[in-house]
């Protein structure tokens, strides 16, 4: 009996003392002063008809969050956020938004811009959807020399 109580204790406070780690990791991760906005940085981008307007707030912690709105004649307008960060001089990005009216679909795609200047490109690059998720493929270059949206800085509202 006593040979299975130490092993048993020795057990449980083990146990307790990742579930101590995890919280810790969890606090950390939602640490408030690292969600603080340090700028913000609004764009335009007008193609034919179509017209985009991105405002990206730059957090404490290097991370961006924002709002994109376009509107293109072809389709209804799409409103909806964005959050990611710089790798180098490109901005990734995920794009989560509603289409149109249809308020009760939400979509998410994966957006890629080159910042060159005071322009951001949005790339074409080849997406893959796989189980349910898209993004952009890793072994696939981006494309930002032929596209059709390129942002200019504009002041913020």
Same mark, same amino acid.
């Given at each position: 009996? @006593?040979?299975? !109580?130490? +092993?048993?204790?020795?057990?449980?406070? !083990?146990?307790?003392?990742?579930?101590?780690?995890?919280?810790?990791?969890?606090? /950390?991760?939602?640490? +408030?002063?690292?969600?603080?906005?340090?700028?913000?940085?609004?764009?335009?981008? *007008?193609?034919?008809?179509?017209?985009?307007?991105? #405002?990206?707030? *730059?957090?404490?912690?290097?991370? !961006?969050? $924002?709002?994109?709105?376009?509107?293109?004649?072809?389709?209804?307008?799409?409103? &909806?956020? !964005? /959050?990611?960060?710089? @790798?180098?001089?490109?901005? %990734?990005?995920?794009?989560?938004?509603? #289409?149109?009216?249809?308020?009760? /679909?939400?979509?998410?795609? +994966?957006?890629?811009?080159?910042?060159?200047?005071?322009?951001?490109?949005? &790339?074409?690059?080849?997406?893959?959807?796989?189980? $349910?998720?898209?993004?952009?493929?890793?072994?696939?270059?981006?494309?930002?020399?032929?596209?059709?949206?390129? %942002?200019?800085?504009?002041?913020?509202?």
């Amino acid at each position: 009996m @006593r040979n299975l !109580i130490l +092993p048993c204790l020795l057990l449980s406070v !083990i146990g307790l003392q990742s579930c101590k780690n995890n919280e810790k990791q969890k606090e /950390a991760a939602v640490n +408030p002063e690292a969600e603080k906005v340090v700028s913000k940085e609004c764009y335009k981008a *007008i193609y034919e008809n179509d017209t985009l307007d991105l #405002d990206l707030n *730059i957090l404490k912690n290097g991370k !961006i969050k $924002g709002d994109l709105v376009m509107k293109t004649a072809a389709s209804p307008v799409k409103k &909806g956020e !964005i /959050a990611g960060e710089f @790798r180098g001089d490109t901005l %990734f990005v995920d794009y989560t938004f509603v #289409d149109g009216t249809n308020n009760n /679909a939400t979509f998410k795609n +994966p957006l890629a811009l080159l910042k060159r200047d005071k322009q951001l490109i949005l &790339g074409n690059g080849t997406l893959q959807t796989t189980m $349910g998720v898209t993004y952009l493929v890793k072994d696939k270059p981006i494309d930002f020399d032929r596209v059709k949206y390129k %942002f200019d800085s504009v002041n913020c509202k």
